[in-house]
């Protein structure tokens, strides 16, 4: 069944802007100067993490990340060690780059795990209405009681400490928001005049879901997923600071954290600098994202 | 208003039910036997067995569910595996003490974040604004356990001003609460802003300002009353981010509260004191959700009862 041009039957705009392209969508991500801050340290610590993920000695410029010292413990930055040492002699500046792709990697992955999850119910939900809506919302409800780390928290007790049951723990928590999100986006477009008028030409669900209703709320979805990333990258960063997450010796950040607040009153540097790197990294996040919702996603503004 | 009230209460009912069931479930989620898990991997048999008998784990899951329901119904969580005490007693100490945390770190919240809003929204575009909207992004991006560390580094090591651990006195206090009220602080700050540039805009503004009433009681009496009503439900939400957030401030400043409890209790595998804090933590969240939509809805009476 051929779908009528949408000048006949669209005379409700959809709620949010579709991307139409890239480049246009690139242009008005251009004219927010804090976006494209972000995105230009986003790309670069991108490039930086490929090394870490692709050689578990991370032996650049000759200093392997895992590379213990007893003779240089636990010493402040220097031109040789631009971060300081921890407490094995390891070159902290090495075993941030190397630790950037876990922390990235955690927040992608949980964020991607709980989009694949929490986008059909939402749609579903939206779309079909009735006890399944009331069904997938009451769930989301409960995970919802679970405030902030807490959820993750709990799931971790139960699964155990290790990157993929972080991942997975952060994505269960991140359910609630990308269903809610959606369903509420799936509500105002499904009620637009146009698909309506499609329904009434005779295409399925399937058919409206993927090509009507789904384009038409990409943009929510975007948005709060580059936002998520940023939350997701906390939380990671917390339960692994709390030992229940990444384990060391892994150059997990978190973990780094966790392994230098033994010695503050020596070397207060082992806790400085991973902290700095996930501030950089969840603030790049936000600004990008803050920017991606101005341009694409304007109704949502604050 | 009884009527929304009521029906509010009643709407809690199945995710109580919920919340009960996921924590039930914890235990029964693990891999392996949990009675093998808690009395550790090399424990006798009989160690084992005995904790299956007191935890009822050989019982239909059903019948075990019940008796979980009915005693936490009546704040019975079972005893603790580690030292028999009842995981109540063990809550009951360190409740308050969270409790205490997060509510300081509220009313730190509340009062910063609507402070800076206010600045911001009044003086739009100034310097004030523009920086005050760059910390509060950098408040946003910040771990609190890592805002905690570095308050312990500068303020209790290196200036010796406070206490860099334990809860009690004033010298205690002030650093746990602001690493973690500084986060809610952001956005709070951040929804104050746009919620008073809405309303400042608004016509009702405009009319007292031509009729000559002072800018400040523009603000503070007509405008701020209006703005602040969407800020309710995000100071109800921070409360319960507060409160589990208190699991990494609790652990970075050696606080024996709540969080402590659990990430102790998940680390030595003692899931009856695990499940009881946890569930003490989302119980309270959801009623403390409750009692904002309530205030919400008395506070906007614009908003249609139905």
């Known amino acids: 069944m051929a779908v009528a041009s949408k000048e006949r039957v669209h005379d409700t705009k959809p709620v949010n802007p579709r991307i139409k392209s890239f480049k246009e969508f690139f242009k008005r991500l251009r004219k927010n100067k804090s976006a494209l801050v972000g995105f230009y340290v986003l790309s670069f610590l991108f490039l930086v993490s490929i090394f870490g993920a692709i050689d578990a000695n991370y032996n650049l410029l000759g200093i392997s990340s895992n590379a213990t010292s007893l003779t240089e413990k636990l010493e402040g930055p220097s031109a040789a060690h631009w971060f300081g040492t921890d407490h094995l002699g390891r070159d902290i500046f090495f075993r941030i780059l190397h630790g950037m792709y876990i922390t990235l990697g955690v927040g992608f992955a949980a964020t991607f795990m709980g989009a694949f999850v929490g986008v059909p119910l939402g749609i579903l939900a939206g779309y079909y209405g009735g006890w399944l809506d009331t069904i997938v919302m009451r769930v989301m409800d409960v995970l919802l009681a679970f405030p902030g780390i807490l959820l993750a928290l709990a799931i971790v007790s139960v699964l155990g400490g290790s990157t993929i049951n972080v991942t997975i723990a952060i994505a269960i928590g991140s359910l609630p928001q990308f269903a809610r999100i959606v369903r509420g986006s799936t509500l105002t477009t499904k009620k637009l005049e146009y698909v309506d008028a499609i329904r009434a030409l005779g295409a399925r669900d399937g058919k409206i879901i993927f090509q009507h209703i789904l384009p038409n709320i990409m943009s929510p979805i975007i948005v709060n997923t580059t936002l998520f990333i940023a939350s997701a990258i906390l939380s990671a960063a917390g339960l692994s600071f709390l030992g229940l997450g990444v384990q060391p010796p892994t150059p997990e950040w978190g973990a780094m954290l966790n392994d230098g607040r033994n010695y503050m009153y020596q070397a207060g540097h082992i806790t400085f600098f991973p902290g700095m790197m996930i501030v950089i990294v969840v603030l790049a996040f936000n600004l990008f994202g803050d920017g991606l919702r101005d341009a694409i996603d304007p109704k949502q503004k604050q | ?306």
């Not at chain 2, 199945?14 to 693990?30: A, D, E």
Request: glycine fraction near 6%.
């Open chain 2, 1 to 306: 208003m009884t009527t929304f009230i009521i029906r509010r209460v009643l709407q809690l009912i199945p995710v109580l039910i919920g919340v009960s069931i996921l924590v039930f479930s914890l235990m029964h989620l693990t891999p392996g036997n949990p009675a093998v898990i808690m009395a550790g991997e090399s424990a006798p048999e009989a160690t084992v067995q005995a904790i299956e008998q007191r935890l009822g784990l050989n019982d239909p899951l059903y019948v075990q569910y019940w008796n979980f329901l009915t005693s936490a119904l009546q704040l019975d969580f079972g005893t603790s595996i580690r030292d028999n005490i009842p995981v109540m007693s063990h809550i009951q100490a360190r409740f308050f003490i969270t409790l205490e945390l997060a509510i300081y770190s509220t009313i730190f919240t509340v009062v910063l974040g609507m402070l800076a809003g206010i600045v911001s929204a009044v003086k739009r575009y100034s310097i004030s604004d523009v920086s005050l909207m760059i910390v509060t992004l950098f408040g946003l991006s910040m771990p609190n356990f890592w805002l905690g560390l570095m308050l312990i580094q500068w303020f209790s090591i290196e200036l010796g001003w406070f206490a860099p651990t334990g809860w009690g006195n004033m010298d205690q206090i002030v650093l746990p609460v602001i690493a973690l009220g500084t986060a809610g602080a952001a956005i709070v700050a951040r929804m104050t802003r746009s919620s008073m540039l809405d309303v400042i805009t608004q016509d009702y503004i405009r009319t007292a300002r031509a009729k000559g009433v002072k800018e400040r009681v523009v603000i503070f009496r007509h405008a701020l009353k209006n703005a602040l009503i969407p800020v309710v439900t995000v100071v109800g939400l921070q409360f319960g981010y507060l409160l589990a957030g208190s699991v990494l401030t609790e652990s970075v400043f050696a606080i024996n509260g709540l969080g402590r409890l659990i990430i102790d209790s998940i680390l030595q595998r003692d899931f009856p004191v695990v499940q009881g804090a946890v569930l003490v933590i989302a119980v309270t969240f959801v009623f403390v959700n409750l009692l904002v939509d309530i205030s919400y809805r008395m506070l906007n009476k614009r908003v249609d009862l139905n």
